[in-house]
């Protein structure tokens, strides 16, 4: 029976960033890696970014076996024994732990019918799958107008694919974006050559000579040999459930990444952590969240007590748009846009109570601390603590997308100096 100081369940991006860290405060702890997937574990945010673009795949491998972990590949665990201090797996062999980490992330949403012409894009081997079908000439439809069904819709347009999207609300991305940005992201879309059918869900589907039919919930049809459904996730809280661990939408942490048993750790997509900026708990499934929360787990495991403070970003590419996202941006609040040019650049505030809770940055790059900082601020209009920090800066179209640059670490790029004045009444240059 293996046994290791550390277990991790798990092989994204949260499972290699704790195995550093878990490597960092205690090399001398054997350390144990089980994943599901066939590969080690690598960066995910390019799948729909950056090789699209021509980016090599091999750069998008993470170095987690300089770690020392022992991986084991292609392997789910199916039960924990939390009193037993162990794991099993799908082929019935049973791993022993002194502390064990969940990074278990979740599981895509999924249509109503099983054939191998729906592709639930979520891992390399959908984007390998998913890349080779776009060398052919067949229709694609791209079933939600969310975060990835955005993404992989604008990357199989720019391999000159055809692409319908079905999307149930009026605007593009229409939950976080307002109105009027949702708006003219249909008509972008658009320009770009992607079909956008807007306000129709899917009422049904099925196979109908060789290809796809869906049927809306206005009585119209697509057909496309090829669907990618971009519906998101279920957190995989199976295992957590088993254990008796607490589940509140997710696997619930404290801010040492600890779960209801001291012994067992939660990170990334499927933990729900406290956040004191917001005042309130989160689940985030990006990618800031699964290197920085990875990280604190793994020191947290190891004996270094680190508490779990941040306030996650996400940011996404749309053609040659491109934004970064802080805190609650839920378009329920108010917002407040401030553009330098209309749709093109700038910024869109959410308030809640005359408190900025998140913050849009459209086109406007490597200010993702400032932002963090304004949302720490308190109510809106309030002196700051930090009032070099109460400040935006804008680059000029034309400058490379957000996907080149490291995303933890905001942009890299000299920042010109044009000015925003923001109508919370401060200035933003």
Not at 311 to 323: A, H, I, K, R
Not at 349 to 371: F, I, P, S
Request: net charge positive.
């Amino acid at each position: 029976m293996p046994d290791y100081t550390y277990l991790i369940v798990g092989g994204g991006m949260t499972a290699d960033a704790a195995a550093q860290a878990l490597h960092e405060a205690d090399p001398a702890g054997s350390l144990g890696l089980i994943s599901a997937e066939p590969h080690p574990p690598y960066d995910r945010p390019p799948l729909s970014k950056a090789l699209w673009k021509g980016e090599p795949e091999e750069k998008i491998w993470r170095k987690t076996a300089a770690t020392g972990a022992t991986l084991h590949l292609g392997r789910r665990i199916t039960a924990i024994d939390p009193r037993g201090r162990s794991a099993t797996d799908d082929r019935g062999t049973k791993y022993r732990f002194t502390k064990l980490l969940l990074a278990t992330g979740g599981a895509p949403r999924r249509l109503p019918l099983k054939t191998d012409q729906i592709i639930y894009y979520r891992t390399l081997d959908d984007y390998r799958r998913l890349r080779a079908l776009a060398t052919q000439s067949v229709r694609f439809a791209v079933i939600g107008g969310g975060f990835i069904g955005s993404e992989v819709a604008a990357a199989l347009r720019m391999q000159q694919r055809d692409v319908t999207m079905l999307v149930p609300e009026a605007g593009l991305g229409a939950r976080v974006f307002p109105a009027d940005l949702a708006a003219f992201l249909v008509d972008y879309y658009g320009q770009k050559g992607v079909t956008m059918r807007m306000g129709e869900g899917m009422a049904g589907l099925e196979r109908r000579a060789g290809s796809c039919v869906v049927r809306t919930t206005v009585g119209g049809e697509i057909v496309a040999e090829v669907l990618v459904a971009g519906l998101g996730i279920v957190p995989g809280v199976e295992l957590a459930e088993q254990a008796g661990l607490r589940v509140d939408n997710g696997i619930v942490v404290d801010e040492a990444c600890r779960t209801s048993n001291p012994d067992i750790y939660a990170a990334g997509d499927v933990a729900n952590f406290e956040n004191r900026a917001l005042g309130a708990r989160l689940r985030v499934e990006h990618e800031d969240n699964a290197n920085t929360m990875g990280r604190t787990a793994g020191l947290n495991m190891a004996g270094r007590a680190t508490p779990y403070r941040h306030l996650p970003f996400f940011y996404s590419d749309l053609f040659e748009l491109g934004y970064e996202a802080v805190g609650d941006v839920d378009v329920r609040l108010e917002t407040v846009a401030d553009w330098k040019e209309k749709f093109r650049e700038g910024v869109v505030y959410y308030l809640k109570d005359g408190r900025v809770r998140g913050v849009l940055l459209w086109n406007t790059w490597g200010q993702v601390d400032h932002a963090r900082a304004l949302i720490a601020e308190g109510p809106a209009g309030r002196k700051s603590t930090c009032p070099s920090h109460a400040k935006f800066l804008s680059r000029p179209c034309g400058l490379p997308s957000a996907s080149d640059r490291s995303p933890s670490s905001g942009s890299s790029r000299p920042q010109p100096p044009p000015i925003i004045t923001s109508r919370l009444g401060r200035t933003l240059s």
